[in-house]
């Protein structure tokens, strides 16, 4: 048995254990949790679709055994590693980033109870994508957006998921595209639409 102490944590839990919903509170009671929802593994073996199962990184504030992490959050001690290498490549492997063979998962798909280790996550993960693509994905947060939408949720949406850079760059168009939003969902509250598109772009000025 690993008598030895460690930090850094890998470990998976199955939808399917008795013991989920314990696990699931235990650890994001834990000081830094990250984690995703793994639904579209395939088995190299045979091509099917493994059983749905959470793949989880903890960082602890004070060090411990495997043993003594396994009875406190409910999981079986061969469910849990510690972190053997890098703790960078454990926390990109949440989404198979690096791993092109594997299911690409989305990165807003991966939840955290650590503001922190969640950005550093993105910074991982971002720092390869290009201006134009995190723009795009700030438009497609605006036009999906259900409401009026104000330009300190824009902000705070850019800062969460790293993408500050891309929204300082070109605040100019984003709020135009915010204004649009905002005009349109006007027309939609009163059962009007203008016959102008361009009408949209200058209502609304948030």
């Known amino acids: 048995m690993d008598k030895k102490r460690y930090y850094n944590f890998n470990l998976v839990i199955y939808e399917d254990d008795k013991n989920f919903k314990d696990q699931m509170k235990a650890i ?20 099917e679709l493994k059983k749905p199962h959470y793949h989880i990184v903890l960082k602890l504030k004070n060090a411990c055994t495997i043993s003594a992490l396994a009875k406190r959050i409910f999981v079986e001690e061969n469910m849990i590693e510690m972190v053997k290498k890098s703790l960078n490549g454990c926390l990109k ?17 991966v939840l955290s109870n650590n503001d922190k280790l969640l950005r550093r996550f993105l910074e991982l993960v971002t720092k390869d994508v290009l201006e134009v693509e995190k723009v795009i994905t700030i438009q497609e947060f605006i036009e999906n957006f259900p ?19 891309a929204f300082r760059r070109n605040y100019s168009i984003i709020k135009d595209l915010a204004n649009e939003h905002n005009g349109k969902m ?21």
Do not use: C
Not at 159 to 164: D, F, G, R, T
């Open 147 to 165: 409401d009026f939408i104000k330009i300190s949720v824009l902000s705070k949406y850019a800062q969460k998921h790293n993408m500050w850079d």
């Open 28 to 47: 994001q009671e834990e000081k830094d949790a990250i984690w995703i929802r793994h639904g579209q593994d395939v088995n190299e073996d045979t091509g």
């Open 186 to 206: 006007s027309g939609e509250l009163y059962g009007w639409k203008h016959s102008n598109p361009d009408y949209y772009t200058s209502r609304d000025e948030i």
């Open 93 to 109: 492997y949440l989404i198979h980033y690096g791993n092109d063979n594997k299911y690409q998962y989305n990165k807003e798909l």
